[in-house]
């Protein structure tokens, strides 16, 4: 058996060696020449590889527009003002308080009511002597409602006299502030809402605000 094919295997393989290799057959024109994979033919049409691909970055859609959470306060508004405790004294007497202005309010009610004050209490301490603010509180409505409350604090009394310093060295306080604030011989362009404490002496004898 094997004597007899391996004449006919070499007749074969010798047939195959002198015939020359095919061209490319028609119906492979349009793609890459299998005897040359580097040769294109003219009809060809290369198309770009999957592995080659540009990818385009995403963007995302603009966020929608939303309410900023600190909204920047117009120069031309009054403005909630930075916590700071001022003390301030009552010339020629023991009174002094300590306030902490919260906020402007424009214009000049607020001094136009503390002006009412003082005169009100200048008037009761005229007429009547000085003695204990009656049921340890005091209220006054002025202008375009604005409130001055004052009550007892620590076990101590308010007297009238004591109050009447207290509203003067409130009064003196908030003009120092605004003189400083708008520069020294400006006109007074707004009061301010406080709170502040009385002090007789070293006693804290009332509390009150104003606003």
């Not at 001022?86 to 009511?113: E, F, H, M």
């Not at 009412?116 to 002025?142: M, V």
Request: net charge positive; hydrophobic share 35%; aromatic share 6%.
């Amino acid at each position: 058996m094997r004597l007899f094919t391996l004449p006919i295997l070499a007749a074969s393989l010798a047939t195959a060696i002198a015939t020359p290799l095919p061209t490319c057959p028609p119906h492979l024109r349009t793609q890459l020449c299998t005897t040359n994979p580097t040769t294109i033919t003219p009809k060809t049409r290369v198309s770009p590889s999957p592995h080659r691909r540009l990818i385009q970055p995403r963007i995302p859609p603009s966020p929608q527009p939303t309410q900023l959470t600190h909204p920047r306060p117009s120069p031309l508004r009054p403005r909630t003002l930075p916590s700071k405790t001022l003390t301030w004294a009552t010339p020629n007497t023991d009174t002094s308080i300590r306030t902490t202005l919260i906020r402007q309010i424009p214009g000049l009610v607020v001094y136009y009511t503390l002006n009412d004050i003082s005169n009100y209490i200048s008037e009761h301490l005229a007429r009547f002597q000085d003695s204990n603010l009656p049921g340890g509180a005091f209220s006054w409505e002025g202008q375009e409602s604005l409130m001055l409350q004052v009550v007892n604090a620590d076990n101590h009394q308010t007297t009238w006299g004591v109050l009447g310093a207290a509203v003067s060295a409130l009064r003196a306080c908030m003009i120092a502030s605004e003189s400083g604030s708008a520069g020294q011989g400006s006109a007074l362009r707004w009061g301010y809402a406080a709170y502040f404490s009385i002090l007789d002496g070293d006693n804290v004898v009332g509390v009150g605000m104003i606003g």
